[in-house]
């Protein structure tokens, strides 16, 4: 005699758990101080190979400006080096690791954090960096739209003539009133988006649009102290690109490890 007892084994198609989003925190502008001034320690822990991080964005940067004069893309060269610092936080992946591992006071080489960050292709980074580069694609596409309608009549052969006509003629003026509010709205979009989700990424095993919502939420959570990081990322970044974009040798892994130690505190870390 067969018994019919419900419950006697589990279901054979038992619906999937959701994961639960993670929680965010309230934060202060004093929290900002204290990620940076441990951001500035964790530079100074590891100066060679953060530093190496620097150089190598700068790197990059004076090639593709190059690479854009040298092509003849005049009309480039300031999107490139304005909207450039747009991919920073995707290309500070090495130094959340680094932070994370000295947070955990564990030893680590240059192979450890290679590996780990080329472990993020099998994972949810790999959307986040199409995100970044979607929107920095936006981002020249508005430029040269509205350079084409406002600048139309202006003619200009080298980058001293683009920079002479943008900044000393009234059509300039008013391509610079526009493109800075389109590249403003843009910027305060992928912030929103990318400010704790790249490191949340490497932290923890969570789906990319998870990371954005979270990100968003913390935003939304914290205007003012979001805006004010904001902003200090935009000042130092612009600043570090004057001399020939070396400036980013300490500001970019600075800011970076700055970055993970905020995530820590503007996300209630994962349970286990």
């Excluded at 900002?32 to 190979?49: C, E, H, N, Q, V």
């Amino acid at each position: 005699m067969t018994s019919d007892a419900t419950g006697s084994r589990p279901p054979e198609n038992p619906t999937p758990q959701q994961q639960a989003m993670p929680q965010v925190n309230m934060i202060t502008a004093s929290e900002i101080t204290a990620s940076l001034k441990a951001g500035y320690s964790d530079f100074l822990a590891r100066p060679l190979m953060s530093g190496s991080f620097g150089l190598f964005f700068a790197a990059f940067g004076i090639l593709f400006v190059w690479c854009l004069v040298w092509l003849g893309a005049i009309w480039m060269v300031v999107p490139a080096a304005v909207g450039f610092p747009l991919v920073a936080p995707f290309a500070a992946a090495g130094l959340y690791e680094m932070s994370r591992r000295l947070q955990r006071q564990e030893s680590f080489g240059w192979s450890d954090i290679l590996r780990a960050m080329a472990n993020q292709r099998k994972r949810e980074m790999g959307w986040m960096a199409f995100v970044t580069l979607f929107i920095f694609w936006v981002w020249f596409y508005q430029f040269r739209t509205v350079l084409v309608i406002v600048l139309q009549d202006s003619s200009f052969s080298d980058l001293a003539g683009f920079l002479r006509t943008v900044f000393f003629t009234p059509e300039g003026w008013i391509f610079l009133a526009i493109g800075t509010c389109v590249g403003a709205i843009l910027s305060a979009v992928l912030f929103s988006l990318t400010v704790v989700a790249m490191p949340m990424l490497l932290d923890r095993e969570i789906d990319f649009v998870s990371a954005m919502l979270t990100s968003i939420r913390v935003v939304r959570n914290n205007p003012a102290v979001m805006l004010t990081w904001a902003a200090i990322i935009s000042v130092t970044m612009i600043l570090s690109l004057i001399p020939a974009f070396l400036g980013l040798i300490v500001t970019l892994p600075t800011l970076g490890h700055a970055t993970w130690h905020l995530y820590q505190r503007a996300v209630t870390p994962a349970a286990g």
